[in-house]
């Protein structure tokens, strides 16, 4: 997936560990869609490469405490899931890692997954969890709605 036509190459996040939430993808593609237009606070969002769930990238410590059907986090230290982005040149591209290929794109950092909010396109470093669970809530009810109607 080519992310190097981001919105802007000032907006880098810091190296930073991470854990993630991952949702089916309907329901995680409403929550992107709520978060952007009411709460502005969507952090960076991964794809399967079957585009059959999202991941969202949350501070680390999360999963200690998620509990929402329907969704798991996973903790990340210890598992490499950093991302890491800025001016300095790496040769991080193509790596699993979530490395700055020294262009201010960065790569996703679990193999098989690409970037539906690259870190770069985010209007946070990471979700807020209580935002993503109010998010996925009504998604869900949404969804629930319109499955009803058909």
Do not use: K
């Amino acid at each position: 997936m080519d992310i190097s036509g981001s919105r802007t190459a000032a907006q880098h996040l810091p190296c930073q560990d991470c854990d993630l939430v991952t949702v089916p993808a309907r329901q995680g593609l409403e929550a992107v869609d709520l978060l952007r237009r009411a709460r502005d606070g969507v952090g960076p969002v991964l794809h399967d490469n079957a585009c059959d769930t999202l991941g969202f990238v949350v501070p680390a410590g999360t999963a200690a405490g998620w509990d929402m059907p329907g969704s798991e986090c996973a903790e990340t230290p210890g598992c490499g899931v950093r991302l890491s982005t800025g001016g300095a040149a790496q040769d991080g591209a193509g790596e699993d890692d979530g490395v700055a290929d020294g262009t201010g794109t960065v790569s996703p950092p679990l193999t098989g997954t690409g970037w539906l909010v690259p870190p770069a396109d985010a209007y946070t470093g990471t979700t807020d969890p209580a935002e993503l669970r109010a998010a996925l809530g009504e998604a869900a009810r949404m969804i629930e709605a319109v499955d009803r109607c058909q």
